[in-house]
Structures are given as structure tokens and as C-alpha cells.
């Protein structure tokens, strides 16, 4: 959003100026995965995937928020699940 | 959606329907007609008709992930084109009356076509309950 990305944590919301795709290459290390065009989520943080309309799943996370898993990140979901990220 | 993915979940659908077809044949048959005789060319009848079933919903392609409400849109005018297509295919056989006939077919469709959703959808739920167990071994390591 105006070329600014937002960072959540349990209590608190960042701003930064850096680009998605660039914190998705400095996190993928830390089991940061794209689920989404806009989001990048921490799977340690995830409690459960759950099935969602429209070919998607949802990610439910351990605060009970829940983030959208677009079908095109489907496949890297799984590949990142059976240890190959 | 790629092509690939699309075929898949076609031939899924195909597989699917050539089951329930086939049921709800029987079910139909011992209702109207228990005492016919089938010959082996019935047989063929599920698989042809499921295929002409599956030619329709090629309106829910989509290369770019559309909204719950397209989605909704586009699953009611797949089973539109299923009915029209089924009720082309299939006359109403001699003594029973033409409207009751459509009305039943019309209802069956639809009743499989529901089937053939909660089977998906039974599908998924089984995906993420595997990529959940996966998750947490993840998360243990």
C-alpha cells in the first residue's frame, strides 16, 4: 500500500519502505512463506490450514486472525510443508 | 488456474459424476421402471452422459483467481448448463408424464451436483488436515 509494506507482530504493526519480494528473500530462511500477491506469512505462527471456497485455504494463526492462501501459492505451501524451502 | 490443474480436476469431476449418474439411475430405474431389462450398451449411457456433463463446466476456467461472488456466479450457471444439457439428452420415457419426468431429472441433477461439491470439498478438508500435521511437524523440529 503506497509503496509501504506492514509488519505484524503479536502487539504491535511496523511500517517499512521495503519491498515485499525483498523481505520474502531475506525471510525464506526463517520459514517466511508468500501465500498471497500482498501477504507473507510466518508459517511458526500458523495452528492450522483450513480448506476455503474458491480453491484457497486458510491459514488460521495461533492469535486466530486468519490469512487468505491463494490458490497460485498453493503448490509452494506444500513443497515448504515437506521440508524442501 | 493452469490448464493441467483445470484437466485434473475435470477428469475428477467426470469420475465422480460416472458414479452418482449410475446410482441415480438405478434409484430412477427401480422407481419408474423396476421391471426393464438392461442390455450391456446401457452401461455406456453413465459415462456419455457424465462426459457431456463435464463439456459445461469448462465456464468455470478461470487464468485469473476470481472473487467468492464469481465464483458463486459461475458454479449456479455450470449447473444451469448440466440440467439443459442432461434434459436434452434424456427423454422421458413412455407413460410417465413430461413435466413430473423434468421435474425429478431437474431435482437428481441437482442432488448430484451437490454430491459432487461436498465430495470435493470432503477432498480439500483431507488436503488440510495433512498440510496441518505437516505444519506442526515443521513447528517441532
Known sequence: MDNKAFIYTKSKVYE????????????????FLRVSKSTLLNLMKVSA??????????????????VVITRKYVPALKKALKGDS | MTVKEFIISRVQIFFF???????????????YQPDMELRYYHFFSPILIAACCVLPTC?????????????????????ILIELVVMFLI??????????FYLVL??????????????????????SKKLTEQLHHLQSL
Open chain 2, 106 to 127: 431437474g431435482a437428481v441433477i441437482a442432488v448430484i451436483y451437490i454430491l459432487t461439491m461436498v465430495m470435493m470439498w470432503l477432498q480439500k478438508v483431507q488436503q
Open chain 1, 49 to 66: 490450514i483450513k480448506p476455503a471456497l474458491n480453491s484457497r485455504f486458510t491459514a488460521v494463526l495461533q492469535s486466530g486472525e486468519q
Open chain 1, 16 to 31: 517499512t519502505r521495503q519491498k515485499l519480494y525483498e523481505l520474502e528473500e531475506m525471510l525464506k530462511e526463517k520459514h
Open chain 2, 59 to 79: 465456464v468455470t476456467y478461470y487464468k485469473k483467481e476470481p472473487t467468492v461472488r464469481q465464483y458463486i456466479i459461475r458454479q449456479i450457471i455450470e449447473l
Open chain 2, 17 to 31: 459424476l460416472v458414479t452418482l449418474i449410475l446410482t441415480a439411475s438405478a434409484v430412477m430405474g427401480l422407481v
Open chain 2, 91 to 100: 427423454t422421458p420415457p413412455e407413460g410417465i408424464e413430461k413435466l413430473l
